[in-house]
């Protein structure tokens, strides 16, 4: 999974040094290093674009100059993202309905939707957490598998 984190990381580098948003990766805690491995069983091009949806819309939702986390804990089995900025009251009880959208000039609300069924599609599960005020956290969890792509 972090392989397909960097990538995604390096696919959406343009957007972020748009808004001058820093964009880190953990492992456990700990910056990733190179040689760590965060093994999960899953479609690799699937979890790609899901991983895509839910990075872009983290920077989207940021605000200028802040940062875009990525954390993985291999004890719990999930992947973090979590941003500076809230999804608004109004849509966070549907956040991964189809068409599901605020605040973005050309957004289609099928991001967050997409994410859902991919997730779903791989028996993982997603969750959205607003306890943070002025943070965003969208919560995937790979349960208990031990290898994969």
């Known amino acids: 999974m972090l392989r397909t984190v960097s990538r995604v990381i390096h696919e959406t580098r343009h957007a972020a040094d748009g808004k001058d948003i820093r964009i880190t990766t953990h492992l456990d805690g700990l910056p990733v290093d190179p040689d760590d491995r965060f093994l999960v069983v899953g479609e690799e091009l699937l979890s790609l674009t899901m991983l895509?949806?839910?990075?872009?819309?983290?920077?989207?939702?940021?605000?200028?100059?802040?940062?875009?986390?990525?954390?993985?804990?291999?004890?719990?089995?999930?992947?973090?993202?979590?941003?500076?900025?809230?999804?608004?009251?109004?849509?966070?009880?549907?956040?991964?309905?189809?068409?599901?959208?605020s605040g973005k000039r050309f957004g289609t609300g099928l991001g967050t939707y997409s994410a859902w069924l991919i997730a779903r599609a791989n028996g993982w599960t997603i969750h959205l957490a607003c306890d943070t005020p002025g943070e965003t956290t969208v919560t995937i969890a790979f349960g208990d598998a031990e290898e994969g792509a």
Do not use: M, Q, W
Request: proline share 4%; with cysteine; glycine share 6%.
């Open 52 to 101: 895509e949806n839910l990075i872009k819309n983290a920077i989207e939702a940021s605000p200028y100059s802040g940062t875009c986390r990525i954390e993985c804990d291999s004890t719990a089995r999930v992947l973090r993202v979590i941003n500076r900025g809230e999804v608004p009251g109004a849509i966070r009880e549907h956040f991964f309905e189809k068409y599901v959208t």
